[in-house]
């Protein structure tokens, strides 16, 4: 069974930088045909980040992320990764990879990012 954790999550001021990272493990490939992050913050509902393929040929975003932040995975080392730049306070959250075969199915348990102002 696909196993997803995510680290890199921390602290930063606003107009800084975090990369989070997403170590999958056990499992099948099929179950890792898709990657994404999503995240949720207090009271919101969770939102879609970012996704990417697994030839990382397709990558998507969420609109309030697009041109600063970048999705990446690197299949030989078993792990997906997402570069977070010019980081607001409204990005504050706790961040979930996932993944699946068409659909995301299985999830980390998170990683919570702070944005202070």
């Known amino acids: 069974q696909v196993q997803l954790v995510e680290s890199g999550g921390g602290l930063v001021q606003a107009g800084g930088s975090l990369r989070l990272s997403c170590a999958h493990s056990g499992g099948d490939t099929y179950w890792l045909e898709i990657m994404g992050w999503f995240r949720q913050a207090p009271g919101k509902e969770r939102e879609f980040v970012a996704g990417i393929n697994f030839s990382g040929d397709k990558i998507y975003y969420g609109d309030s992320v697009k041109g600063r932040f970048t999705i990446s995975r690197d299949n030989a080392k078993n792990k997906m990764y997402l570069q977070m730049n010019t980081l607001e306070p409204e990005d504050t959250a706790v961040y979930y990879c996932?993944?699946?075969?068409?659909?995301?199915?299985?999830w980390g348990r998170g990683t919570q990012v702070t944005v202070s102002s």
């Open positions: 996932a993944s699946g075969a068409a659909t995301y199915v299985i």
